[in-house]
C-alpha cells in the first residue's frame, strides 16, 4: 500500500510539473515571410528568446501544446500585430487570426477571459498620454484624473457583468487600475513641468497607493506600477532633502541606508536598478520581490550589462537560495562569461579610440568603402533598441564594401561597462568613444548648421566610398529593407 501512495504521489507531482496549455487557431492573409509567434514571458514582458515560431500548414491552421508551470500573461504576435495572451495551466485555447486587419477571435476554455482581457486594450496608451500636449499640473484633475476615473469606472462595470471567475475579474480589475496609474505616472514625467511641481504631484497622487498587489494573479501592468511606485518613494524621500534629519530617516526607510552618500556609493557600485531592487525588497512582499529582482537579472543580461546582472544575480542567490529562476539565470550568466572571454577579431577598438579628433580625418583609412555611422551611448534605450537590428542588416551585407562604425558617447569612468557591452552583444565592426564634454567637437564637425540636432542619441550618417557625407535624412536600422537599399546606393 505504501508504494501504491508513492507511486501515485510520484505520478501526480510528474503531471504536475509537466502542466500544459494548448494553443490551436487558423489564420488567414498571414503576409509572405511573417510568421505567427507566441511568446511564454519569463516573468513578465517580452524577451525574443522566449519566442515560440507556430508552424502553420497549407490552410493556415496551427496548434502547439506549451509547458506552462504557473499562470501568465503572454503574447501572440502576427505579421505586424499583437495581442496579450491569457494562459493557464491545464487549459486550452483557440483563436482566429487574420493577418492584414489584425482582427482576432477567441474560443476554448480560456475564450471569454481573454475576449475581455483584448477588450480593454491595455497594450495600448491611453488617449490622455498619447496626446502631444501636456496640460498643466493646476488642470491635471479636471481635465485627466477625473475623465480617466469616469472611464474606469464604465470598464470595471463591464468587468462586474461578465461571466467571468470572481478571481478572473479581480485581475482585469486590478490590472485595469495599474495601467491607468502607470500611465498617468508616465504622463507627469514626460510633461516638462518644474521638477518640484511633478514631484510634489507624483507624491500627491500615488500616496494613496498601496504596494500589496490587487489579484492573486500578478500582470504586466502591476510590474509597470510598481516602477511608478519606486519612483514615487524616491521622490517623496529626496523631498526631505532640505531636513538632514528627515532625510536620513526617509533614506533608510526606502532603501536601507542611512545617508544620502551611502546611497551614492552603492550607485556607482552597483547601479540604480540595484537601488530600485533595494526599494521593491522594503516595500513590496517576499514573492514580488524575487521575481522583480530574477525580471531584472534576465533584463541586463539581455542587455549586455553583465557585471550589473552578474550583482543582481548574487544578491538572488542570497535571499531566494531556492528561486525556480535561478538555474536559467546562471546558464545566461555562463554563456555570456565565455563570450566575453572568447577573443573576437571582428570588434575593433583602435589605440586611438579616445583621443583622435576628427570623425572625417579618422575614416579616411576606410576611403573607397561606404561607411554607416551609429552615434549612441550604453545609457540610451533607444539605442540599445536599434542595435538589435542591425545584425539582419550586416547579414544582408556580407562581402560588401561597408563599414560599420560606433561612435559612443559615455563617461570616462564607463570606459569598462562600454567595452563588456560591446563584447557581450558581440557588435563587430569599428569602436570609438568620446565623454560628453568632448563629443560636442564632432557633432559641430557632422552639423555645423543644424545645433538643433546636436545630442541626439542615436543618430546615423552615411559617408561615400570617397568620404563625403552623404546628406539627407539616414535611416535607422529599424528601417530594414529601406537601410539596406539606402546603402547599395553608394555602393
Request: negative net charge.
Amino acid at each position: 500500500m505504501k508504494r501504491i501512495i508513492l507511486t501515485v504521489v510520484a505520478v501526480c507531482g510528474y503531471l504536475f510539473s509537466c502542466a500544459q496549455f494548448d494553443l490551436k487557431g487558423h489564420i488567414k492573409n498571414l503576409p509572405t515571410g511573417e510568421a505567427v509567434m507566441v511568446n511564454v514571458p519569463f516573468v513578465y514582458g517580452y524577451f525574443d528568446d522566449m519566442n515560440t515560431s507556430l508552424t502553420t500548414d497549407e490552410y493556415g491552421n496551427f496548434s502547439i501544446t506549451l509547458a506552462l508551470d504557473e499562470e501568465k500573461i503572454g503574447y501572440l504576435r502576427w505579421g505586424d500585430h499583437e495581442a496579450f495572451l491569457w494562459m493557464r495551466p491545464r487549459t486550452d485555447l483557440t483563436v482566429e487570426l487574420d493577418g492584414s486587419y489584425g482582427q482576432i477571435a477567441f474560443g476554448g476554455g480560456m475564450a471569454e477571459a481573454n475576449a475581455l482581457l483584448h477588450k480593454l486594450e491595455l497594450r495600448k496608451a491611453p488617449p490622455f498620454f498619447t496626446d502631444s500636449k501636456r496640460v498643466a499640473a493646476n488642470e491635471m484633475e479636471a481635465a485627466i484624473i477625473q475623465p480617466c476615473l469616469k472611464q474606469l469606472a464604465a470598464k470595471m462595470a463591464q468587468i462586474d457583468a461578465s461571466p467571468l471567475t470572481p478571481s478572473e475579474k479581480e485581475f482585469l480589475k486590478a490590472e485595469l487600475h495599474y495601467h491607468f496609474v502607470a500611465y498617468v505616472d508616465l504622463y507627469v514625467r514626460t510633461a516638462r513641468w518644474p521638477r518640484d511641481v511633478w514631484s510634489n504631484f507624483i507624491i500627491a497622487f500615488m500616496q494613496r497607493e498601496s504596494p500589496q498587489p490587487k489579484s492573486a494573479l500578478q500582470g504586466p501592468m502591476y510590474y509597470a506600477f510598481i516602477d511608478a511606485y519606486v519612483g514615487f518613494l524616491a521622490s517623496r524621500a529626496f523631498s526631505n532633502r532640505d531636513d538632514p534629519t528627515k532625510f536620513a530617516e526617509s533614506l533608510e526607510s526606502v532603501y536601507g541606508v542611512g545617508s544620502f552618500d551611502s546611497l551614492m556609493a552603492i550607485a556607482r557600485a552597483h547601479g540604480e536598478t540595484f537601488l530600485n531592487c533595494m526599494a521593491v525588497k522594503r516595500a513590496f512582499d517576499a514573492s514580488t520581490t524575487e521575481r522583480y529582482l530574477a525580471q531584472q537579472v534576465k533584463v541586463k543580461y539581455r542587455d549586455g550589462e553583465v557585471s550589473t546582472g552578474n550583482r543582481l544575480l548574487d544578491a538572488l542567490e542570497r535571499h531566494n537560495r531556492n528561486s525556480a529562476y535561478l538555474d536559467t539565470l546562471a546558464s545566461m550568466r555562463a554563456s555570456l562569461m565565455k563570450r566575453m572571454a572568447t577573443v573576437n577579431n571582428d570588434i575593433i577598438v583602435p589605440e586611438d579610440y579616445r583621443t583622435f579628433t576628427s570623425i572625417k580625418a579618422f575614416i579616411q583609412q576606410f576611403k573607397g568603402k561606404v561607411i554607416y555611422l551609429d552615434i549612441w551611448g550604453t545609457w540610451c534605450g533607444p539605442c540599445k533598441v536599434e542595435m538589435q537590428y542591425v545584425p539582419a542588416i550586416k547579414e544582408q551585407m556580407e562581402g560588401q564594401d561597408i563599414v560599420f562604425l560606433y561612435l559612443d558617447m559615455d563617461d570616462d569612468a564607463d570606459d569598462g561597462k562600454w567595452r563588456e557591452y560591446i563584447q557581450a552583444n558581440a557588435v563587430t565592426g569599428v569602436h570609438l568613444r568620446k565623454n560628453n564634454e568632448d563629443i560636442q567637437a564632432i557633432w559641430n564637425e557632422l552639423l555645423p548648421d543644424d545645433p538643433s540636432k546636436h545630442g541626439r542619441y542615436p543618430t546615423y550618417f552615411i559617408f561615400d566610398r570617397h568620404g563625403s557625407l552623404v546628406a539627407g535624412e539616414i535611416k535607422r536600422p529599424s528601417d530594414g529593407k529601406d537601410l539596406v537599399k539606402q546603402l547599395e546606393e553608394y555602393l
